[in-house]
């Protein structure tokens, strides 16, 4: 286990770091932040030099490659760390300066015990990206098939384990900090990620990940998954097809190529809503690297180290509230915090419905360009803290990756209004969910679930219950007041040197007779 000094080092290290991009002002600042954290801040940044402006983003970058991943979650939360630095965290890019080609070939013929030549035909040296956790490099594989290889970084799950390990270390004494730190549950945020880049750190995980995916969506039109090539895929190897086609971050080339920008971005929020409200699995990794556009206007996503899952109860909310938020009804999406224990029952449903009817206002029949999804995920974050509303870490990557959709989609068209795509196809899926067709089929899926598992029901009673045969029942026997010290309970305690000395003389008696009579036969 790491020792605290070990702890204390890396994160004096770390506030250093943050003091020079001037990442610690904001918390010195900020009147939530519990004094001692405000202490620990000024002493940092003693002596450092700062900038004009905070560089969260800057500042992540430079420590490495856990905590570029740890300021993609904290860019979801600015109720954690505000709205500024959350928007600055944003632009954090995942990536690095690539790892030498002779790591990555002995890292590929080390994990498959083959060499290069096995599997490949020929593979370029420079890398076509490198981001924190692996690198990716374009291929041929030995029967023909252009693909593209993503191998992890040498040492990257050593790393990532003893940072997080130091973050994990730090929650808990934020968290012990009670009041505001408690509410906001740091080492929930620091769980999240650990899962996250757990799955990211073995690439089996990924590309099973692709093939489930692939197969919710296989009836979607305009929408693919690239083919995992699975004989040429390991733990730290994952090759899949090479897609042709346009990134979604060239706008220049989109138009070059002819494709229609508003259809793609109505597309792109529609397949979102498929997958995290239809499906309950979602990619969650939907920045503008991630998104290639096919010659035929297929949408084709890539990188899913990062996947969101929402069971069905949590959808039904979800789509509700999105619904709710749509048309208005601020009311019922009051209720719905109310039922899924979102805030606590001492507080008013009139009085969240009002603070919410503050939110969702002035968003209502407006554009993007001028009011936003990751604006009202900022103004329902502010309402958090005066209905006392804990976080809820399952829906933290799916309001990270609404703004990422919101972004991508702006960007392809400006004037395109969210609540005006999602409401149809939320409104369908509630119809669906919701309906009396639908209650009538989860009532009879429901009861005759339970009439299949009356067998087993009625065999694991048997077991526990056996019949009886056919001899007589034996008839009670008398209670006996047992000596103490050979096992019976006595109302009243005596002296407990007598049951020793009483056992002792009866235990001897039964061995010498056991002997005399083993001696006579």
């Avoid at 505000?82 to 002995?106: C, H, K, W, Y």
């Avoid at 995290?276 to 690297?289: L, N, V």
């Avoid at 799916?398 to 005006?420: C, F, H, S, Y």
């Amino acid at each position: 286990m790491t020792r605290p000094i070990t702890h204390i080092a890396r994160l004096w290290k770390w506030g250093r770091v943050l003091a020079r991009h001037g990442a610690l002002r904001g918390i010195e600042n900020d009147r939530n932040a519990p004094a001692p954290v405000k202490r620990l801040c000024r002493f940092a940044r003693f002596g450092a030099r700062q900038g004009d402006e905070p560089d969260y983003a800057g500042a992540f970058q430079e420590i490495g490659p856990a905590a570029i991943k740890l300021g993609q979650a904290l860019a979801t939360r600015p109720d954690l760390v505000g709205e500024g630095p959350a928007r600055n965290l944003l632009t954090l890019q995942d990536s690095l300066p690539p790892v030498a080609f002779s790591a990555i070939r002995m890292q590929i013929e080390t994990t498959f015990e083959r060499p290069l030549e096995a599997l490949f035909s020929s593979i370029e040296e420079q890398p076509i990206g490198a981001a924190s956790i692996a690198q990716v490099h374009r291929a041929v594989t030995t029967d023909g098939r252009t693909v593209a290889v993503k191998v992890l970084r040498p040492r990257i799950r050593e790393q990532f384990t003893r940072d997080v390990e130091t973050y994990e270390w730090a929650a808990a004494h934020l968290e012990a900090l009670g009041g505001e730190a408690s509410r906001l549950r740091p080492r929930a945020v620091i769980a999240n990620l650990k899962r996250w880049t757990l799955r990211e750190l073995d690439l089996r995980r990924e590309a099973a990940s692709a093939s489930e995916l692939a197969e919710m969506m296989k009836g979607i039109e305009g929408y693919a998954i690239p083919e995992i090539d699975w004989d040429r895929t390991n733990g730290s190897v994952m090759t899949v097809e090479w897609i042709d086609g346009v990134k979604m971050s060239d706008i220049d080339g989109l138009r070059a190529a002819g494709h229609d920008l508003p259809a793609l971005a109505s597309k792109l929020v529609l397949t979102f809503l498929t997958q995290a409200i239809s499906c309950g699995f979602f990619h969650a990794d939907m920045h503008q690297g991630n998104l290639f556009v096919r010659a035929d206007s297929t949408i084709v996503a890539i990188d899913f180290g990062i996947m969101g899952r929402i069971n069905r109860q949590a959808r039904l909310w979800l789509a509700e509230i999105l619904y709710g938020l749509t048309t208005g009804n601020y009311r019922r999406v009051a209720e719905i915090h109310f039922e899924a224990q979102y805030v606590p029952s001492y507080h008013s449903v009139e009085d969240f419905a009002s603070a919410l009817r503050a939110v969702g206002e002035p968003m209502r029949g407006k554009p993007v360009s001028e009011l936003s999804v990751g604006q009202m995920l900022d103004g329902l974050f502010a309402i958090t803290r005066d209905f006392d509303m804990q976080v809820q870490p399952h829906l933290l990557l799916l309001q990270k990756t609404m703004v990422m959709v919101e972004g991508l989609a702006t960007a392809l068209d400006p004037d395109i209004n969210m609540w005006d795509v999602s409401a149809p196809f939320v409104k369908g899926w509630i119809r669906d969910e919701l309906g009396p067709e639908a209650v009538i089929v989860d009532r009879l899926r429901e009861d005759l679930g339970t009439l299949a598992r009356l067998p087993a029901l009625v065999r694991r009673l048997e077991e526990k219950y056996p019949p009886k045969g056919g001899a007589p029942e034996q008839a009670p026997l008398p209670e006996i007041d047992l000596i103490l010290g050979l096992g019976g309970p006595r109302k009243r305690q005596s002296n407990p040197w007598v049951g020793y000395g009483a056992s002792a003389i009866l235990g001897g008696a039964v061995a010498w007779a056991f002997t005399y009579w083993s001696f006579l036969s």
